[in-house]
């Protein structure tokens, strides 16, 4: 199945997405799963993700070349972001045995980036967790202290591949959406293999 992933920003998350919801799609049960990321237009922040009018075009773009398209955003803190969220999925049109899912990162990609790590000791993984700025206080760090942050993306590639290969370890520790959006992705794949479709209130439902 191809999958596009549509993020707020592309240039530095292509390098955490597409191995993380590579791995994602694998333990969800997609078959062959081949990820891209859109990289047009560039959205350019969370605020014009959350736009029907900016996401419906690039659905209509793409829907005929994939089956699967995902809006992956930061939470920021913002407690109500996932129903925007959802808000927005239902509003979107897919054709029959498509979906478009979207689904924040608490409080930002970085951080399952970092739940793919052995982390210092010192680090409590729930503040790391609940900071709003976690790329600052904790991912930047952990790059420069892995001598990886002059590479793609300030390290967030290499240590996104790295992370990726403990996929299990990051689905742990991010129950609240890596797992959550895993859960859904797998939910759809089973309705949709029954030719079902899935129920009205659904959490994520297919558009």
């Known amino acids: 199945m191809n999958v596009l992933v549509i993020p707020e920003d592309f240039r530095k998350d292509q390098y955490m997405l597409k191995p993380i919801i ?118 930047a760090p952990y790059a420069l202290s892995r001598k990886v942050a002059d590479g793609p993306g300030n390290g967030r590639k290499a240590l996104a591949e790295e992370a990726a290969k403990r996929y299990d370890r990051i689905r742990q520790l991010c129950p609240k959406d890596i797992q959550r959006l895993e859960n859904s992705l797998r939910d759809w794949l089973a309705q949709r293999n029954e030719g079902k479709s899935l129920p009205i209130d659904a959490p994520v439902s297919p558009c």
């Open 22 to 139: 590579t791995a994602l799609a694998l333990a969800a049960g997609v078959p062959k799963p081949k990820v891209q990321i859109c990289q047009y237009p560039l959205l350019g922040g969370v605020g014009e993700a959350l736009k029907r009018s900016r996401i419906e075009p690039i659905i209509a773009r793409y829907q005929g070349m994939v089956d699967i398209i995902l809006l992956i955003v930061d939470r920021d803190g913002h407690a109500d972001r996932q129903k925007q969220l959802d808000k927005l999925t239902v509003k979107c049109t897919m054709p029959p045995n498509k979906v478009f899912m979207a689904e924040n990162a608490w409080q930002e990609i970085e951080v399952w980036v970092l739940a793919g790590h052995d982390l210092p000791a010192d680090w409590a993984w729930a503040l790391i967790r609940e900071d709003r700025d976690p790329k600052e206080r904790y991912f």
